[in-house]
């Protein structure tokens, strides 16, 4: 009988229309300088929005977690995520990281980036002042009260080198001046066949912003959290930035934007569903990289990017 009465005091009943379409928070607009990074002890710098968001545990957006990892040189730190996919990108520095489980180990440098299956305790070790861009997937599996066991990938290594030498054949080509994206999109012989992405939850894509360019808008319900990885910057005025909100104009621009200025090895998120335009007004080449929860969002295919005409 107790055990019936607290099944019944579980029980809740909506009238639809008041409960079909919940307003949530929003995922906000937010910056992470890379004055967080360049100075102060070895640490972990998780960029948390889960009280804005009401969320319950710690995260950037409702499926990821994104951090800067400081590692003052020849020192070490060790990483731990209940995840299924873990995302390192070098910003600077050098050295090796080992994964305790499986026993594997990469050695990195600036510009590499590399990408980690399943729950994984890694320690990092440096051989200079180094900085890591750490992005994985925990708040989904909190979400979902699961456990991540199953590797769906292998351990997966991309050089700098080999980045931008796929790079430079794309905008060799003839007809790259007239593309919306001037870069790659990371995949994994895993999601080959199907997704393309990253990995099965995450993509990633290693995009440059020609000197001179205003992209028109573009939108997708995945959120990005885009770390820039180089802009030239001034002091007066903003050269290379991203606007962004909900709405186009008639002219197919962004309606009343916000302005999300580019600064080199810091990070800023683009809200899920927003239309945004990349700008570098400057006279070099700006390069970001996005990551988003965009693997799983195609394999719900939900992902929907659109472009403005």
Not at 226 to 247: F, H, R
Not at 272 to 293: C, M, R, T, Y
Request: charged fraction near 20%; hydrophobic fraction near 35%; charge should be negative.
């Amino acid at each position: 009988m107790i055990i019936y009465i607290q099944q019944m005091e579980d029980a809740r009943m909506y009238e639809y229309t008041s409960a079909a379409n919940i307003n949530l928070t929003i995922q906000p607009v937010h910056t992470y300088r890379s004055e967080l990074h360049k100075t102060g002890k070895t640490r972990i710098i998780p960029f948390d929005l889960s009280t804005v968001m009401k969320l319950p545990t710690e995260a950037t957006s409702p499926n990821l977690l994104a951090s800067f990892v400081k590692i003052c040189g020849s020192e070490s730190i060790e990483t731990k995520a209940n995840a299924t996919s873990q995302v390192f990108y070098i910003i600077r520095g050098s050295g090796k990281s080992n994964l305790q489980k499986s026993k594997e180990e990469v050695i990195w440098k600036q510009g590499d980036l590399f990408v980690v299956p399943s729950t994984e305790d890694i320690i990092h070790y440096s051989h200079e002042d180094t900085a890591m861009y750490w992005i994985h997937d925990e708040p989904l599996l909190q979400y979902l009260g699961v456990i991540s066991q199953i590797k769906k990938f292998n351990l997966t290594h991309f050089t700098k080198e080999k980045m931008f030498e796929e790079i430079e054949i794309i905008a060799s080509d003839e007809n790259a001046i007239h593309k919306n994206r001037l870069g790659i999109l990371l995949g994994n012989k895993a999601t080959e066949k199907y997704t393309k992405t990253l990995t099965h939850t995450m993509w990633g894509l290693l995009n440059m912003l020609p000197s001179g360019v205003n992209q028109k808008p573009h939108r997708h319900n995945s959120v990005a959290l885009d770390l820039c990885i180089k802009a030239k910057s001034s002091e007066n005025e903003p050269l290379v930035y991203t606007l962004m909100g909900p709405e186009l104009d008639e002219n197919g621009w962004v309606k009343n934007p916000i302005k999300c200025v580019w600064t080199s090895e810091s990070v800023f998120t683009t809200p899920p569903g927003w239309w945004h335009s990349h700008h570098n007004e400057s006279d070099e080449d700006a390069w970001v990289l996005p990551i988003q929860d965009a693997g799983l969002l195609t394999h719900q295919r939900i992902l929907d990017i659109q472009f403005s005409s």
